[in-house]
C-alpha cells in the first residue's frame, strides 16, 4: 500500500474485558411502577371509560337512576334533557309503566313548586317520549300523564313550560291515530289555543289537531279566525285531515301562490318566502291526501282547481305533490 494511507488510530485495548461498563442493578421500585403499573392504571381508565360510553349509546344506562338524580337538590334540565333522549331511542324505555309514571309524578310535583321552569320544562317533553300512556308508580298505584300535561298548561305556568306540554300531547295523540279524546287534555289545549301568546297558540292548536272528538274540531273551527297566520293554517290542515268544509276558505288561501306572497310579504324575509310557500302548499296537500286516503273527498274535489294550479307550479315538489293528489280525486 502506498505510505499515504492514512493510519488508523483505534483505542486502546482493554484487556479487562467488561469490568470498564457500569455494574448491573436491579431495576428499583419507582422505575417498575413507571414502565408497568402508570400505562396499565392509563389502559383500565381507557377501558372504563370506553364501556361507560358503550352503555350510553345503547341505552343501557339505568334510567331510574337519572330519576333519582332528578329527585335530589342537585338536579338540573341536562339530566332531563339526557333521560328523554335516551327513551326516545330506547323501545324499552319507551314502553316502561313504571318509568313514566315516576317522571308523570315528578313533573306533577315540579309544577307545584315552580322553581325551575329549565327542568320543568324537559320533564314536560320527555312524557311526549313515551309511546304508551300506561303509567304507574311505586306499589303499582296508577296515574295519568295527560292529567299532568293538561296541568302544565295553566296560565300560571312559564310559557316554555306550557308549550313543551302541548308538544308531548301532540305526540301523544299522533300515536293513537285521532282516535284519543281526552276532555280534560282538550279543555287544556283549548284554554292555550285562546291564549296571547302566538307560538303558544299554534303549538295548541297542531297539538288539537291529532285528537279526536267533537270538542278538539269546534276548537279548530273558531281559530280559523285567528289574527296569527300560522295558527289559521295549523287549523286549516287539522279540519281538512277531517274533511272539514269550515277549512275551505284558509285552504285556498294555502293553495295560491299569489296569495301566499301577499300574506307573506310583510313577515318572511325575501330570501326565505320561496321556502316558506312551498312548505305551506305541500302541508295543504298532506292533509288533503290524508283526507282522500281515508275516502273523504268533499274539500278535495272543491279545491280541484287550485290543484290543478299548482300541478304546473315551478316547484318540482310541489308539481309532484299536486299530479298525485289529483289522480286520486275523481271527477
Known sequence: MSDSTEKLDFPPRNDQGLADLPPVESPSAGFIVQLFVIPAVVVFVVILVWLLFGKLA???RDAMSYVELL??????????????????????????????????????????????PELTKFLA???????????????GRKVDPLATLAKALEPKQPAQVRIAAAMSLAKQAAHEDGKLDDPGAVKA??????????????????ALGFFGGEGATEILRDRLNDEDRDVRYNAACALARRDDAAALAVLREMLSTER???VTNSVVAESEKGSKIEFLELEAMQSLQTAVGLGRLELARKLRAEITDLSRSGL??????????LHKIPE
Open 58 to 60: 345503547g341505552g343501557e
Open 71 to 116: 329527585k335530589s337538590p342537585s338536579a338540573n334540565w341536562r339530566a332531563a334533557h339526557e333521560l328523554a333522549s335516551l327513551i326516545q331511542n330506547d323501545p324499552r324505555l319507551s314502553n316502561d309503566p313504571r318509568l313514566l309514571g315516576e317522571l308523570t309524578d315528578l313533573l306533577n310535583h315540579d309544577l307545584e313548586k315552580n322553581e325551575n
Open 125 to 139: 317533553l320527555s312524557l311526549g317520549a313515551f309511546q304508551s300512556l300506561d303509567a304507574e308508580i311505586a306499589g
Open 260 to 262: 301566499l306572497n301577499q
Open 189 to 206: 289545549l283549548g284554554e292555550a289555543a285562546h291564549d296571547g301568546e302566538p307560538t303558544l297558540r299554534q303549538v295548541a292548536v297542531y
Open 316 to 325: 318540482v315538489s310541489v308539481r309532484n305533490s299536486a299530479t298525485a293528489l
